[in-house]
Structures are given as C-alpha cells and as structure tokens.
C-alpha cells in the first residue's frame, strides 16, 4: 500500500516521464493563437496508418497546427499501443506542433489512463448527465489533468447524430446562460457546444436548409469573453465526395452536411477547434470504391489503400486552408 506521502513524488515522475517520452502539445497555446489569428485548428479523428499519414501529410504541407483525436472507438479498433506508435511517428516525421486529444471521454477513469499513458490533451464528455453531475464529473478531471499539464475540454448540450459509441435522437442547444458558471466552476480549457452541428453523414433532413445557430454561438462568446469554444461534428459532406460514392456502388443519397462557409464564419468567432471526421470517412470511401470499380483485377491492399490516402490528404488541405484557416500558422 502506498503511503499519502509518497504521493507527490509518484505524481512528479509520472509528469517528467510523460514529458520526455513525446514533445506534444497541449491546447492552450495552441488555442490562444487561434483566437487571437482568427481560425480555427483542425481536430482529425485517427484509426490507421493510412488515416494518420493523410492527415499529417497534409498538415506539414501547409505549416499547419494539428488536433489528432483518439475516441474509445479507434482504441477498439486500433489498439492504444498501435495509435500511440503511429502518433509518434507522425511527430518525429513532421516536426510540427501536434496534440494528441481524447474524443469524448466518458469517465474519469479513461481520461486518467489517457493522460497516464501520454496524451497532452482529453475530452470529458458528461453533456448526457444532469447539469450539476456534468460540473462535478468535469472538476475531477480537470484536477486531476492539470497536475501534469493536461488541457481538459468539456460539453454542455446534446449533439444530435451517430458516430462510433456517441449517439443521439435529438438536439439540445447549448444555453448560453449555463456557459459562464460551467466554465468558472470546472475549470475546463475548452468548451464543447451544441448548435445545430451532429455526428455522421446525415446531419440535416434532404430538403431542408442547412443551418447552425451562429446566433447562440455569438451569445455564448458575449457571455464568457476569450475563451476557446469547441464545435464537434463539422463534417461538410461534400455532394461531389457523395456522387463518386454512389456512382460507384454505394448508397448514400440523402447525405447532408454542414456548409462549409458557416464553419469558416465560426472559425473566425471565438471558435478555435473543429472536429471533422465524416468527411475523411467519405474521401476515402469514394476513393476506394471507384479504384475498385476501375480495376476490378486488382487484390494488393497498397493499390486501393494508397489513393485513399492520397484522398485524405488532398481533402484536409482544402479544410486547413479554405474552411480553418489555419494553413501556415504552425
Ligand atoms: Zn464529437
């Protein structure tokens, strides 16, 4: 059993070992930059070498500071140990100031293992929860991650949509009188909000117009001056993007996303982080099916996965160039 007073001394080898092991970066700078530059940096979800690689390719290309993002979905699905190797890897190959983030956490205890393990930044996720349990849930985490340098990025509201274990039927809009007691009493470095952006493909009904309530966003910005905010779910679901899906075996007609010149508008606000993920799913898709359809002799895993990369890598230059602006500002 340990004894409390050995207690800081575990806590300060833990902080030198996570620092030596990978020079990454937490969101404050990061964040502070963004702000004051009029962009946003782009958080990228990653599950493979190929998904890795396209993203930081393009990120290097373009001087680009980067938000690689981890949902337990892609721990599943990758392995932590793989992901963290491949994270390294991207680090040393580009050079470039990288985070490495976890997408909607959903318990102290994996933040924990998270930030034990190496990652410069988390996500706790308790917008499901009673206000007052989210707080509380939110607190213990940000005491425990900045101990060691840990920026903690919360949620209040409800993101409609699907993606790996986050789900729901409806939107909750963030208020924008909850936002300032939130942000004092948990101490978060991000905040999370829900404006109408949703997880998935198919964010709004086909026929309808695609909107997100830039409104409240300039409400809640009002409301706590100079502090990051964080809009999940910013896919744009390009209908060209969709077109080769579905020219090409696929069957995803009613796909709609958010138009990417809101987003550019948010990015120009007090929002400084954008998570994409969609997206990247459909380039890659679209890319593999048509090197299928083409070249249907083909079996060498190299030959689909390549242009797929490739695809990924030209649709994150067009995201950190025209809807981030965040092209050159690593
Ligand atoms: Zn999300």
Known sequence: MLLPGFRPNMEMELFFERKMEMPLVG????????????????????????????ITEAAKELSAPLILQVSAGARKYANHTYLMKLVEAAVIETGLPICLHLDHGDSFDLCKSCVETGFSSVMIDGSHLPYEENIRLTRQVVDFCHKYDVTVEGELGVLAGVEDEVHSNVHV??????????????????LAIAIGT???AYKFKPGTKPQIQLDILHEIEKRIPRFPIVLHGSSSVPPEIVKIINENGGKMDDAVGIPEEQLREAARSAVCKINIDSDGRLAMTAAIRKYFNEHPEEFD?????SPARDALKALYMHKNKNVLGSAGKA
């Open 27 to 54: 969101t404050k700078e990061m964040f502070a930059k963004a702000y004051d530059g009029g962009y946003a940096i782009g958080a990228f979800n990653v599950n493979n070498m190929e998904i890795i690689q396209g």
């Open 173 to 190: 809009y963030t208020q924008p009188g909850e936002v300032q007691d939130f942000v004092g009493r948990t101490g978060v470095d991000s």
């Open 198 to 200: 949703s997880h998935g």
């Open 301 to 305: 895993p190299r030959k689909y996965l």
